[in-house]
């Protein structure tokens, strides 16, 4: 799948927007809270981001988990 300028530029301001956190639990818990899916930076960090924004990211390589039934899954 090709990204678009369009969805490259959504994703750089969800990631500008959202929460960068450290910690993995602390990451799904507000994660849950929030609504929103989890990416991993290329700086370690967990990226709490839509999960539209996390599904095209991890078309571009990046580690992206979204919550489900059964648990947290991966893209």
Known sequence: MNTTENEIKYCAEQVR??????NVESAKRLALQRGDAIVVGDDNK?????????RILSTAGH??????IGG????
């Not at 580690?63 to 489900?68: M, N, Q, R, T």
């Not at 947290?72 to 893209?75: A, E, G, N, R």
Request: hydrophobic share 35%.
């Open 17 to 22: 927007k959202g929460l960068k956190i450290n």
């Open 46 to 54: 967990y990226w709490l981001v839509s999960y539209k924004a996390a």
């Open 63 to 68: 580690e992206a988990y979204h919550y489900g």
């Open 72 to 75: 947290w899954k991966k893209y």
